[in-house]
């Protein structure tokens, strides 16, 4: 497994890493995660995403990761989303402080490694939302920060504020990585952020199943799209993008190796600190950590990048 440095920091992530969105979502899930995490730590993972807004997954990936010591497991959770009513949402100081305490009690954990500001807040100003990062990270609350999808623009500001009064940093930028969306902004805007020291974590690495080829011929029962309520999220699900999954399959047969495989062991070579995987089964996992021992000839590299080469970044997701 290769380990990177979180951005300009002292955090040493794995590049696999494992996520808990609508897999881990309910407390009467499978319990496949325990026998999941086990696998993982085995294969050198140490990196665990999950949000507030998950449902019931900071309290399954609290307990699955309870097996490990806590010195050996990076934890990432995200602040953002809630209710309608006031103050339950947003990146005010009030939802900041309850939001983390309330995570804090749910992964049953003293301090979070990192804290995601999961979107940007048109309606708090963003010195109030820095301050309090600043004075959760005195108080030993989380030890580093970092957000999801905000724009350039955005990310200025807040180091701009960060300069002027000496706060902290981000380190990490999480957004959608796969081989439909790159980057918002592409190679210039990874650039951006290398310059400023902020790693990049990438998600939904497969694009929430489309690029495993699975949904080829059919909508298999027990897949993420064959639930009504997690299909909504599954935006790649078109019948053109599933064709260009098809067109891989010549590749992987090279390779002697799944078509899941193929996508993982292309993004794994890429200039990039964390990639964030979902997997419902153990088997899922096992077949995608073998990716990691594929080594690609820069010819089918070129072959994969000229067969995604129409897809654009998508703001709107
Ligand atoms: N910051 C943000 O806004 C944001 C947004 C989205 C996600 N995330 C993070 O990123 C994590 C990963 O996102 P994701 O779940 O979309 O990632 P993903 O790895 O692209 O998709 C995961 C899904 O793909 C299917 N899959 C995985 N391995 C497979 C295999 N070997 N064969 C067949 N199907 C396979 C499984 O779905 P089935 O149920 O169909 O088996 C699995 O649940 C989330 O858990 C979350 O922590 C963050």
């Given at each position: 497994?290769?380990?990177?440095?979180?951005?300009?920091?002292?955090?040493?992530?794995?590049?696999?890493?494992?996520?808990?969105?609508?897999?881990?979502?309910?407390?009467?899930?499978?319990?496949?995660?325990?026998?999941?995490?086990?696998?993982?730590?085995?294969?050198?993972?140490?990196?665990?995403?999950?949000?507030?807004?998950?449902?019931?997954?900071?309290?399954?990936?609290?307990?699955?990761?309870?097996?490990?010591?806590?010195?050996?497991?990076?934890?990432?959770?995200?602040?953002?989303?809630?209710?309608?009513?006031?103050?339950?949402?947003?990146?005010?100081?009030?939802?900041?402080?309850?939001?983390?305490?309330?995570?804090?009690?749910?992964?049953?954990?003293?301090?979070?490694?990192?804290?995601?500001?999961?979107?940007?807040?048109?309606?708090?100003?963003?010195?109030?939302?820095?301050?309090?990062?600043?004075?959760?990270?005195?108080?030993?609350?989380?030890?580093?920060?970092?957000?999801?999808?905000?724009?350039?623009?955005?990310?200025?500001?807040?180091?701009?504020?960060?300069?002027?009064?000496?706060?902290?940093?981000?380190?990490?930028?999480?957004?959608?990585?796969n081989l439909f969306n790159y980057?918002?902004?592409?190679?210039?805007?990874?650039?951006?952020?290398?310059?400023?020291?902020?790693?990049?974590?990438?998600?939904s690495p497969l694009a929430r199943g489309v690029l495993t080829n699975k949904y080829k011929n059919?909508?298999?029962?027990?897949?993420?799209?064959?639930?009504?309520?997690?299909?909504?999220?599954m935006y790649d699900l078109t019948e053109e993008k599933i064709k260009s999954v098809q067109l891989l399959e010549p590749l992987s047969?090279?390779?002697?190796?799944t078509v899941a495989?193929l996508v993982?062991?292309y993004l794994?070579?890429?200039?990039?600190?964390?990639?964030?995987?979902?997997?419902?089964?153990?088997?899922?996992?096992?077949?995608?950590?073998?990716?990691?021992?594929?080594?690609?000839?820069?010819?089918s590299i070129n072959e994969i990048k000229n067969i995604f080469k129409n897809y654009n970044y998508d703001?709107?997701?």
């Amino acid at each position: 497994m290769i380990y990177n440095a979180l951005g300009n920091s002292g955090l040493i992530v794995s590049k696999f890493s494992l996520g808990t969105w609508l897999n881990f979502d309910s407390m009467n899930s499978s319990g496949s995660e325990s026998t999941l995490f086990k696998n993982a730590f085995n294969e050198g993972i140490n990196f665990f995403d999950t949000a507030d807004s998950y449902g019931d997954a900071e309290i399954v990936l609290g307990k699955a990761l309870k097996k490990f010591p806590r010195k050996d497991v990076v934890v990432s959770t995200k602040v953002f989303f809630g209710s309608d009513f006031p103050n339950r949402s947003g990146l005010g100081k009030k939802h900041l402080i309850h939001s983390v305490e309330e995570s804090l009690k749910r992964l049953n954990m003293e301090m979070l490694d990192l804290l995601y500001l999961h979107r940007f807040d048109n309606n708090t100003p963003l010195e109030e939302t820095l301050l309090t990062i600043n004075q959760l990270i005195s108080q030993g609350k989380i030890l580093y920060w970092g957000v999801s999808r905000w724009s350039k623009i955005q990310l200025e500001q807040a180091i701009e504020i960060c300069d002027r009064f000496q706060y902290p940093k981000p380190i990490a930028y999480q957004d959608v990585y796969n081989l439909f969306n790159y980057t918002s902004g592409g190679e210039e805007f990874v650039g951006y952020l290398k310059k400023n020291g902020i790693g990049l974590v990438g998600y939904s690495p497969l694009a929430r199943g489309v690029l495993t080829n699975k949904y080829k011929n059919t909508i298999p029962i027990n897949s993420r799209a064959a639930n009504d309520d997690y299909a909504k999220f599954m935006y790649d699900l078109t019948e053109e993008k599933i064709k260009s999954v098809q067109l891989l399959e010549p590749l992987s047969k090279k390779y002697k190796c799944t078509v899941a495989q193929l996508v993982t062991s292309y993004l794994y070579s890429k200039n990039i600190e964390s990639l964030v995987f979902g997997f419902s089964y153990v088997s899922q996992f096992q077949e995608i950590i073998k990716s990691k021992d594929i080594t690609l000839e820069s010819e089918s590299i070129n072959e994969i990048k000229n067969i995604f080469k129409n897809y654009n970044y998508d703001k709107s997701l």
